[in-house]
T-cell receptor
Framework: ELKVEQNPLFLSMQEGKNYTIYCNYS?????LYWYRQDPGKSLESLFV?????AVKQEGRLMASLDTKARLSTLHITAAVHDLSATYFC????????????FGAGTILRVKS | DSGVTQTPKHLITATGQRVTLRCSPR?????VYWYQQSLDQGLQFLIQ???????AKGNILERFSAQQFPDLHSELNLSSLELGDSALYFC???????????????FGPGTRLTVL
């Protein structure tokens, strides 16, 4: 079974703090995506990670991929209120029918 | 704005009915994907079309069907609706399919379906 697990599922943090969201997946893949979703809105693409060791940064967010450990992390640096949203990781499996399998999502609340 | 459009935004219907959701991909994108998002199931991949042909199938019920037309827009048909079909249905599009390029998927605003 293709499983993608995120933790934590809910994260409440103070502005200015750092934290990491973890995305573990059960079956090897070299391609992973991170998305952001605001309440009642669509998904916005944040990062595309295409190979082992890939690291991408945009503003206060940095994503990395370790395909050997089947683990991706989304690191938040000096959080601000605008980062409050739900963050999803999604793993692409071509050999299992071109599927994009999503994690359950991490609800992030940044308190001022 | 991702460039992917979906209509309608909201749909309220009764059990046993049939509805059609419509999606127009970004200009130049040949692949269209359909997803269902619900509180209990999360985000589930339903089906993918590439240039008019079905390419991948996920957890799509037999009561649901989809197609992609020559102008590349897609429709998702949901029939014999049940209360549990109430969800947000997203369409996404990408340039290619499979491992070709980055193949980033861009999501539309979604259609919220409520079955009463």
């Amino acid at each position: 079974e293709l499983k993608v697990e995120q933790n934590p599922l809910f994260l409440s943090m103070q502005e200015g703090k750092n934290y990491t969201i973890y995305c573990n997946y059960s079956t090897t893949s070299d391609r992973l995506y991170w998305y952001r979703q605001d309440p009642g809105k669509s998904l916005e693409s944040l990062f595309v990670l295409l190979s082992n060791g890939a690291v991408k940064q945009e503003g206060r967010l940095m994503a990395s991929l370790d395909t050997k450990a089947r683990l991706s992390t989304l690191h938040i640096t000096a959080a601000v209120h605008d980062l409050s949203a739900t963050y999803f990781c999604a793993v692409f499996y071509m050999e299992y029918g071109n599927k994009l399998v999503f994690g359950a999502g991490t609800i992030l609340r940044v308190k001022s | 704005d991702s460039g992917v459009t979906q209509t309608p935004k909201h749909l309220i219907t009764a059990t046993g009915q049939r509805v059609t959701l419509r999606c127009s991909p970004r200009s130049g994108d040949l692949s269209v994907y359909w997803y269902q998002q619900s509180l209990d199931q999360g985000l589930q991949f339903l089906i993918q079309y590439y240039n008019g042909e079905e390419r991948a199938k996920g957890n799509i019920l037999e009561r649901f069907s989809a197609q992609q037309f020559p102008d590349l827009h897609s429709e998702l048909n949901l029939s014999s609706l049940e209360l549990g079909d109430s969800a947000l249905y997203f369409c996404a599009s990408s340039v290619a399919w499979g491992l070709a390029g980055i193949n980033e998927q861009f999501f539309g605003p979604g259609t919220r379906l409520t079955v009463l």
